[in-house]
């Protein structure tokens, strides 16, 4: 298990409906414990970016919510723990200019969001596990 050592835990879009949803590909013990330590401290923060992307997913249909998607993200957000990370034009600026980083405007406002305030990245996406590990980001590959 990496030592948590960042001030946030940043959730990936996919990794924030995966926590929500009590998804599978969350349950190892591991994963939930590494939350529940950022959320005792009210550090878990999900990027503004992640709505936008969550809302054009369910848009075309490739995720389908419980519930009306407005509700879905506002009871998620009003979880204990978990905060909106807002995009502030540090970072906004920084995910234009970053070297080597992902081709996704969204995952490139993440690995800035990540850098601008100091947080781990908890994600799957195995292009932003790449770029973590090759520019001194604190990451937490969930495969």
Do not use: F
């Amino acid at each position: 298990m990496p030592k948590v050592n960042s001030k946030y835990l940043l959730l990936d879009t996919h990794v924030w409906v995966w926590l929500i949803n009590a998804d599978n590909r969350l349950n190892r013990r591991q994963y939930l414990k590494i939350i529940e330590q950022y959320s005792a401290q009210d550090a878990v923060r999900v990027s503004a970016i992640s709505v936008w992307e969550l809302g054009m997913l369910v848009a075309k249909e490739r995720l389908i919510l419980s519930k009306n998607i407005h509700q879905w993200v506002q009871e998620s957000l009003n979880t204990k723990g978990i905060s909106l990370e807002p995009l502030s034009i540090d970072i906004l600026l920084e995910s234009a200019s970053m070297e080597g980083a992902h081709g996704d405007p969204a995952d490139r406002m993440i690995l800035a969001t990540a850098r601008d305030i100091n947080a781990m990245i908890m994600t799957a996406d195995k292009k932003i596990i790449t770029y973590c590990r090759h520019h001194n980001l604190n990451v937490l590959p969930t495969r």
